[in-house]
Every structure is written in structure tokens, then in C-alpha cells.
């Protein structure tokens, strides 16, 4: 079988069959668990559109399709799982991920949902590649802030270093500024987190090869360093909201 479910078809409905043999799954297979209920929804989750002209189906038909697909995904959020092309299913999206999802959807920036997803579907299977996904998020958000603002000039090194350099200016995240301690300590320690990502994918993420100690992630740490990019980018759009006009409240 495709999905390599374990044993033989129960008995009974589809729908009872189905209830058997997902329990049986997330009873007998542990870790390999996710894999195999990705690459059974698959179908399900990416026959949306028929781009070949062979099958034709109606405005209804599609919206009933849609609609089934809508409903796997709400069971999917409220587990605490997410799904992603080519039948990957993982867990870990937090609300950090979903905020910065709805952000950049709201704004459509293409290459910033590609880094998105792909730093979400590789924290188990590859935590380098999931790593250097979730630096590219923050490159990405720093120099679209850069090419949106007029008065601000893209440096010659764009570097994540480089470019946060330029948005945490114009954006008025320096801690010396702010009055209140408990924000000090937490805009010091968003800087010294986007230094610490950008380092991380220096020395340790296939960006930039091994190098002759190379560092053992795991997937735990890849989820660390996703967790702390989303949720500082997701500060900076909605900074960048604040201060262009497009949110009221702090």
C-alpha cells in the first residue's frame, strides 16, 4: 500500500475501516505515524483543481470539494498538525507560525510563504535545511520593508545581519531608547536572537556547508530557532502595520 498502513483492511464501512485502521496506526507505528497519515490524505488535500482538461466538474462540485478540504484542515489546526505538499504532515505550528502565516498572506509575498512552508515540512525529515528556511524568512520580511520604504537604501551585503541592521533602525527597536525595563530586556533579546539564527545557519545549516565540526541538530532545535524567527518577524510586520496606519491598537 502506498501509505504503508500496517496489517491487513479491517472490517466493516469505509467509515469504520477508516476510524480502525487510524488507530491502528497511531497505536502500532510511533514516529512513523505522521508520514504514513500525510501520504494518506495526499489525494485528498491536493486534488483541489484538475489542471489536465481530463475530468470537468462543476462550480458546485468544487465548492463541496473545497469545502471537505477545509474541514480536514480545521481537524488537522486543532490537533496541532499541519499539512504541506507532497504529503508531509508535521506538528509544532504554534500560534507564532499562524500569525506570521496570516501576515504574509495578507500581504502576498511569495517567497516568504515558500520559506514558510518549507522550514514547517523539514523540521523532522532535515532540521539544517528547516534552519536556514527560517533565516530566509527574516531575510525576506527585512528586504521587502527595504524595498517598500523609499528613504531606506538596500545595502550592498544583504546579509541578514545587514538588512536587520537597516529595519531595526527605521522601525525604532533599540532598547536604549525605550523607557520601560521589561521591553529593554525583551527588544536586547530580539537582537540577540536574529544575530544568534543568523550564526546558526552560518555554522551548522546546508546554507553554508558543515565545516569541519559540524553542529547535531535535531529537530528540536530546528523548532527553536522556526519558533524565534516566525514570532520576530511576525513583530516586525505588525510594527511596520502600526506604523504605516494599517492597525489601530498596539
Known sequence: MYANAPGDPPEGSKAVKAQEWLRRISKECGVDALPIVGRIIE???????????????NPQQAKERK????????????????????GMLTKGEGLATKTLSELIK???????????????????SSPREAVSAACNILESVFK?????HDHLVMPAKQDLQAVWKIVRADLGLDASILEE???QEIVTGVVATVHGIGALRTHASSAHGAGK?????????ARLAIHAAHTIAAFVLETWDEKSGRSQTT
Do not use: Q
Open 43 to 57: 489525494k485528498y488535500m491536493e486534488d483541489e483543481e484538475d489542471t489536465s482538461g481530463r475530468f470537468w466538474i
Open 106 to 124: 495578507s500581504r502576498n509575498i511569495g517567497a516568504i510563504d515558500f520559506e514558510f512552508e518549507r522550514a514547517i515540512k523539514n523540521i523532522e
Open 144 to 148: 521587502v520593508y527595504i524595498e517598500e
Open 181 to 183: 525595563r521589561d521591553l
Open 67 to 86: 469545502a471537505k478540504i477545509d474541514r480536514i484542515k480545521d481537524g488537522l489546526e486543532r490537533a496541532g498538525l499541519t499539512y504541506s505538499p507532497g
Open 213 to 221: 565540526r559540524p553542529y547535531k541538530l535535531k529537530p528540536r532545535h
